[in-house]
């Protein structure tokens, strides 16, 4: 038996709003359970806050359910929407938390988030989605406030591009990095020219390692498109132009991203662009596309120039699976794994220190008997979590990525795909530090 929590809150303020109120979370709650639990048994109970808003967790209903998961009652909870159960990061934060050491899961509907699929635990997906939610309500909340304070002159975001950084006596106010600058420049004037690509600009920067930077095909397209370089400020829709020191003029702003926005293959997202080759013809592989007229979708292919044959992005990246698989799980969970496994060895030995001492009567026998119990129920536990990040995160894990988590992986670590067409087979090869990083994650799963 499933045990289910639901839990609904209106605040007297979305009482005002459409979306919120409370029998559509209800009803769409229950709906999903229904579609996702149906064919199990289960207990979905729905707890109802009114009138109450989602600053702090002084609500009596969260309060019933935290005490109810310290007794265990509960295994998984179901919200419409994150910004339900709370509005505060840092409240976020300690519930998921305290939702992982009482080992409930938490579902999301809107956020399409379930923690209890071992992919939804990643820190890594939970950080994108506080970064997700907080910009959602920031965007409900502040952008007047945004307005305001740009409008002052202020600079209200939080990342700060390249090029720029922080003023030391005051932080909402920004000044030019000379040396960046010089990069900025360089990649305007090379891509205004026509000279480089996106591609090839983050080819060189990341052999010579410019700035010190992970680039990528995309951090290049992203930089040429922000508007901050002729001085323009654009946030959450608002435009100041003439906001700041400009790095780059308008006209090769306008020059570079008209370049970029010409060019094919910008506008089709290859993910393997530049990688493949055929292994008959030791060519490099083009990006071709076409267009079904009927249903408007375009298809993405890979061509020799030499023997003219083609394969799907679709087909490599299914005949690629297994070893993309292993790769973002090398990329992803080898810190939890290896943190997990010395835990292990930890405990481990701590418990044949103890049997030696109780055998040779340093301590308390009954005292022993009862800590080394302790210590082999956290020892199969441990077991059971190291097991499961070695068998569930494999599982179609690369192609449940987005597509900029996707790219970047290949771009980053992909040396070259070979194509073999005759039997349709594909060797992925990585670069040579992260062959390494392959080998390291085979290793520590065998070591258990
Ligand atoms: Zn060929």
């Known amino acids: 038996m499933i045990n ?8 007297t303020l979305d009482q005002a709003h459409n979306g919120f109120n409370m029998a559509d979370q209800v009803r769409r709650i229950t709906k999903f359970c229904k579609l996702e639990y149906g064919d199990q048994e289960y207990n979905l109970t729905i707890k109802k806050e009114e009138g109450c808003s989602g600053k702090n967790l002084e609500r009596p209903e969260i309060q019933k359910i935290l005490e109810q998961m310290e007794r265990h009652e509960i295994d998984i909870i179901v919200v419409y929407c994150l910004d339900r159960l709370t509005r505060s990061l ?5 519930l998921l938390i305290k939702f992982d050491s009482c080992s409930v899961s938490l579902v999301s509907l809107s956020n399409n988030i379930d923690t209890s699929n ?18 959602d309500t920031l965007k409900d909340r502040t952008l007047r406030g945004i307005e305001e304070s740009a409008r002052q002159g202020n600079y209200s975001k939080g990342m700060v591009p390249i090029g720029y950084h922080r003023r030391d006596d005051d932080h909402h106010q920004l000044e030019i990095v000379p040396e960046e600058a010089k990069i900025v420049r360089y990649i305007f004037t090379e891509i205004a020219a026509d000279r480089e690509s996106n591609y090839t600009i983050a080819k060189k920067f990341r052999e010579q390692n410019v700035l010190n930077k992970a680039w990528v095909e995309s951090t290049v397209g992203a930089l040429v498109k922000n508007k901050l370089y002729y001085g323009c400020f654009e946030f959450l829709g608002v435009n100041k132009p003439e906001f700041i020191e400009p790095i780059v003029t308008r006209e090769i702003w306008d ?15 290859y993910l ?6 055929c292994t008959g013809c030791q060519k490099q592989l083009l990006q071709v596309s076409t267009l079904k007229k009927k249903s408007g979708k375009v298809y993405l292919y890979y061509k020799c120039p030499e023997c003219k044959r083609t394969i799907s992005e679709k087909a490599i990246t299914d005949l ?13 969970c080898n810190a939890e794994l290896a943190s997990l496994q010395n835990k292990y ?12 001492d109780s055998v040779h009567n340093v301590v308390n026998h009954q005292y022993a008997k009862k800590e080394a119990d302790r210590m082999k129920e956290e020892l199969s536990n441990l077991r059971l979590q190291i097991n499961d990040i070695g068998e569930n995160t494999s599982r179609q894990y690369f192609i449940g990525l987005n597509y900029e988590s996707q790219q970047k992986i290949i771009e980053e670590k992909v040396e070259r795909i070979d194509v073999t067409f005759i039997g349709k087979n594909v060797t992925v090869k990585y670069y040579e530090e992260f062959e390494k990083l392959l080998e390291g994650g085979k290793k520590n799963e065998k070591e258990l």
């Open 90 to 94: 840092k409240d976020l934060n300690e």
């Open 118 to 135: 071992p992919m939804g635990r990643f820190f890594v997906n939970i950080i994108v989605l506080i970064a997700q939610w907080e910009l």
């Open 345 to 356: 060895r930890r405990t481990s030995s701590e418990l044949n220190r103890l049997v030696y």
């Open 255 to 269: 020059k570079a991203n008209e370049i970029n926005n010409s060019k094919k293959y910008d506008r089709h997202p």
């Open 4 to 11: 289910i929590v639901g839990y609904a809150r209106e605040s």
């Open 272 to 277: 393997y662009r530049n990688k493949c080759y």
């Open 320 to 332: 690629a699976d297994d070893s993309f698989n292993m790769m973002v799980k090398a990329t992803y």
